[in-house]
């Protein structure tokens, strides 16, 4: 019998918490334990705080080292967005050790090879020392702009551009610090969003382009980035978030675009409402709901995708969060095998759910 892998949850937010289900649902996983900073969560019990109905018998804890002397993995769930320094050192702290760290949490890492070295050689030099390994995802930026196109590519006679999108109306979230704050909804029209400001949006989704032309061998002379903001008619109150004014920004829409000679191959672009009435001439999901991830292959055939993600009370934000933590967790096992090392989307191989089926969490 296969012992099965022992794994960490570090982070018990939207990800976090879809990240213990998924690894008490993994037949080769274990949960070893769950991180937490909020001093209010330490000593409760992993399940409830992963919204389950049922105890899991472990409590959370602050206290990382403890649980990582018996850890072949970890996945960081804890935000990179606003804490990327200490995001950095705390898994490069985990591989250092030994162990295989999974994470949506590191944008420039996306695409290790374009990474900046203040990011990457740290990364690389605790891969050295420690041998454990790393690798980050997500869905978007994540499979739905790596491995979803490139698999759609190979289903075409001839490739004349690919547009990847990702559209949803923020409605349902319970993101407050992300949505208002770094990508500026409900805030005046001249409040700069962190997310939305100049070679942000290259930093974060410009390794995705890089690594579909890299799957496509092609090379990248430029990246290039288009934006456009909408103000809300009136006012708008959400179930989670409250209260979002008239006159402040309601809708984001911009682009990434990946530039060959004077064609534009490779676009990732992404339309972000707070409200279905903003903006309704920009695209929506084709069945009308509140997000989707798509997308289109403009060539022989014409393909388009489109990925309608829900958890179980129908949220396809939480939807999107389950599926990117399905690609990290699904891919312990391999990484584990594989060794150390830094790896990307065109490393790692989309794992079916040996297993899985029937299973539940």
């Known amino acids: 019998m296969v012992e099965k892998l022992r794994v960490v949850v570090w982070g018990t937010g ?3 918490q879809a990240a213990i289900r998924s690894v008490i649902a993994h037949p080769d996983l274990m949960l070893r334990g769950v991180v937490v900073h909020d001093p209010e969560k330490v000593g409760r019990d992993a399940g409830r705080l992963a919204g389950l109905d049922d105890d899991l018998g472990i409590t959370a804890t602050a206290d990382v080292g403890g649980l990582l002397d018996d850890t072949d993995a970890v996945v960081y769930a804890a935000s990179g967005d606003i ?15 030994g162990i295989t760290v999974v994470t949506p949490s ?3 890492l996306y695409d290790s090879r374009s990474a900046p070295p203040e990011i990457r ?4 030099d605790a891969v050295t020392r420690g041998g454990g390994s790393l690798f980050v995802s997500g869905i978007d930026p994540g499979w739905g702009n790596d491995i979803l196109p490139l698999l759609a590519t190979g289903l075409a006679s001839r490739i004349d551009a690919i547009r990847c999108q990702e559209i949803f109306d923020y409605t349902t979230y319970d993101q ?3 949505v208002r704050y770094l990508v500026g909804m409900g805030q005046p029209m001249d409040y700069e969003p962190p997310m939305l400001s100049a070679g942000v949006p290259t930093m974060v989704w410009g390794g995705q382009i890089r690594l579909i032309a890299r799957g496509l061998g092609i090379e990248i002379d430029e990246i290039r980035e288009t934006l456009d903001r909408r ?9 989670a978030m409250g209260l979002f004014e008239a006159g402040t920004q309601g809708a984001v829409r911009f682009e990434v675009q990946g530039i060959v000679g004077d064609s534009t191959p490779i676009v990732i672009e992404h339309v972000t409402r707070i409200h279905a009435d903003c903006a309704p001439e920009w695209p929506t999901p084709p069945d009308g709901g509140d997000g989707a991830h798509r997308v289109i292959i403009e060539g022989w055939p014409r393909i388009e995708i489109t990925v309608e993600a829900t958890d179980d009370d129908g949220n396809r934000a939480a939807g999107g969060n389950a599926t990117a933590v399905g690609r990290l967790v699904n891919a312990i096992p391999w990484l584990t095998d594989a060794g150390p090392g830094l790896y990307d989307a065109l490393d790692v191989p989309l794992s079916a759910a040996v297993g899985k089926l029937g ?3």
Request: net charge negative.
């Open 106 to 108: 590191l944008y420039a």
């Open 359 to 361: 299973a539940s969490d």
């Open 231 to 239: 103000e809300l008619d009136a006012d708008v109150t959400t179930p």
């Open 121 to 124: 050689d740290p990364v690389i």
């Open 14 to 16: 939207n990800v976090g």
């Open 176 to 178: 407050p610090d992300s």
């Open 83 to 97: 804490r990327p320094d200490d995001a950095l050192a705390d898994i490069t702290g985990v591989i250092d050790r």
